[in-house]
């Protein structure tokens, strides 16, 4: 089998290569410098040259707020929209699988029952709208696919919200972080591994994959404190306090509701991600240079 993974540098593509390169795949991972998806020539080009048996489409425009901006819109359309259909048409026409990434935004994030795969798309704002469209091409253009929701990601390689954190709490005794939006994080190496377990596999369809257990992001900072104050004292002395989002005013509007059932995994024979509480202190360990 041989894989093909796009947004190769970012977080979760530097997990999935790293899950492929354990499993002795052929793989080749690429990123804007190698192959742009939001040109369609590029993509035929690279994608005739390797025949891959598998994409895994990491590749995505995820500044949610900088999206909103008008000057965007046409390139965060580009990559999320069209790029995505560039892909999935030349896997068509290879008769290859595809892995499409995509996101909790695509719902409207009310309520409190976990979204299922299966529940209407309704976005809240334009980086969910995008995404959506790529979920449709996607599902318009192959038979061989699986589509996967996942939120609030964070990994080794690049930008995320634990790492913001740590930032702030060596140079603030005190933080407010938003408790009115619920739903999961996502630790990619856990997700990377699920991804090739689907690659291996033909139970197509979509699925919701984001570490097990709810919590608000107020919840998820006091934990990474308290994990990490275990490494280096400076960290048990950061007071975090619950506030709502009105506190942080936004461009984009977030969900309030990203909670999303998984039970889709069990069914059909995959395994669901340890909790977020598990997955978070492996990650700080791995981590662990970068908190003393």
């Known amino acids: 089998m041989k894989v093909l993974v796009t947004g190769s540098k970012g977080q979760l593509g530097y997990d999935v290569i790293n899950e492929l390169k354990k499993r002795n795949y052929d793989f080749v991972g690429v990123d804007i410098d190698e192959m742009d998806i939001t040109d369609k020539m590029s993509v035929q080009s690279t994608l005739n040259k390797e025949k891959p048996d598998v994409v895994i489409h990491c590749a995505a425009w995820t500044a949610v707020d900088l999206a909103e901006d008008e000057e965007?819109?046409?390139?965060?359309?580009?990559?999320?929209?069209?790029?995505?259909?560039?892909?999935?048409?030349?896997?068509?026409?290879?008769?290859?699988?595809?892995?499409?990434?995509?996101?909790?935004?695509?719902?409207?994030?009310?309520?409190?029952?976990?979204?299922?795969?299966?529940?209407?798309?309704?976005?809240?704002?334009?980086?969910?709208?995008?995404?959506?469209?790529?979920?449709?091409?996607?599902?318009?253009?192959?038979?061989?696919?699986?589509?996967?929701?996942?939120?609030?990601?964070?990994?080794?390689?690049?930008?995320?919200?634990?790492?913001?954190?740590?930032?702030?709490?060596?140079?603030?005794?005190?933080?407010?972080?938003?408790?009115?939006?619920?739903?999961?994080?996502?630790?990619?190496?856990?997700?990377?591994?699920?991804?090739?377990?689907?690659?291996?596999?033909?139970?197509?369809?979509?699925?919701?994959?984001?570490?097990?257990?709810?919590?608000?992001?107020?919840?998820?900072?006091?934990?990474?404190?308290?994990?990490a104050g275990k490494k280096n004292e400076i960290y048990k002395k950061v007071i975090v306090m619950p506030v709502d989002s009105s506190a942080y005013p936004a461009k984009a509007k977030r969900p309030e509701n990203s909670r999303m059932d998984k039970d889709k995994l069990t069914r059909n024979g995959f395994e669901k991600l340890p909790t977020w509480q598990n997955a978070l202190e492996r990650y700080i360990e791995n981590i662990n240079k970068d908190i003393k």
């Open 72 to 227: 965007n819109k046409e390139k965060v359309y580009a990559i999320n929209a069209t790029g995505t259909e560039n892909i999935a048409q030349m896997c068509k026409k290879l008769d290859c699988k595809m892995i499409y990434i995509s996101t909790d935004y695509v719902f409207e994030g009310t309520g409190d029952r976990p979204w299922k795969p299966e529940d209407e798309r309704k976005p809240l704002n334009y980086y969910g709208k995008t995404k959506s469209m790529g979920e449709i091409a996607v599902e318009n253009n192959l038979e061989k696919y699986y589509i996967v929701r996942i939120s609030w990601v964070f990994g080794i390689n690049g930008k995320n919200f634990v790492k913001t954190m740590l930032n702030l709490g060596k140079t603030h005794e005190s933080l407010t972080v938003v408790n009115d939006q619920i739903g999961s994080p996502t630790y990619t190496y856990d997700l990377a591994r699920l991804l090739v377990d689907m690659a291996e596999e033909e139970k197509y369809g979509i699925y919701h994959a984001t570490n097990e257990s709810f919590c608000s992001w107020y919840d998820f900072a006091c934990e990474i404190f308290r994990l």
